[in-house]
């Protein structure tokens, strides 16, 4: 018994150190990486205070607003059974837990890192510091979309500023490019931080870009990670790519991507699934 809430403890303060660790990303690296942009890429590319600055500014903040509201919003977001009255008319398709001792709905998995069933739980995200589940599911969706975008719209200005400084030294900048993080341990500059950023930039943008395409890809076809392997065209959870949609993004879907404040109500609560019969 004390081992299993030694156990439990221990997940609770690992979980509480990675989510300081990321709140300090947000407030810290993200801002930094805005100032860079603003501050020193702008500058060099457009004429400042002029009105293509200002609309780069507004974009900006739109970007900025968009990534770190998501974030918060998905990472305090209970989408577990915690707190949820577990009734329904039928128990069809429930399953029991074992480590929270309790039947749990459909859709709903026990996650070893948050010690707590999740509903409609999709994955476990790093990130997130917690599970991306029922309620949450369109903050994690938003948050790598606009991160996508805001890495392909600022490569394009990091290298114009970059090619303001890289000199081709007869093809030894192919190796700042390969191995950016030795060449700023070895020979540090400002053109080693500036290929080092950029080739942060690409990096981060295809990752988020990829994750984007495959959540998004499953959203469409109403399925969640679990469910990839099992998938058929006729699958039960799949009510057509606007109700699927709707499932995820709620009922204002077409509007959550101006921002994470706008309230959108889904259409279910995680734990009654209605499944029509398509055989009729």
Known sequence: MLLKLDSV????????????FY??????????????????????????????????LVCATFLLQNIIGNMIYGMFTNTSIKGKKLESSSNEGWTLCSVCECLRPPRAW???????????????????ACCVGYYNHRYFMLFTFYIFIAMVYSLYYNIKFAALFISWNNGLVLLRFICPLASIVIDFGDESLYIFLLVINVIVGLFTGFLSFYHFNNIIKGRIVSETSAYTDDFIHNKGWKLNMIEVFGDKWYMTWISPFILSRLPGNGITWFIENKSK
């Open 9 to 20: 403890k221990n997940k609770q303060y690992k979980r509480f150190l990675e989510h300081i």
């Open 110 to 128: 026990h996650c070893a890192t948050c010690d707590i069933c999740i509903l409609k739980r999709d994955h476990h995200c790093t990130f997130f």
């Open 23 to 56: 709140i300090i990303i947000v407030l810290v690296l993200i801002p930094a990486f805005l100032y860079f942009e603003i501050c020193v890429v702008l500058p060099a590319i457009v004429e400042q205070w002029s009105l293509a600055f200002f609309c780069h």
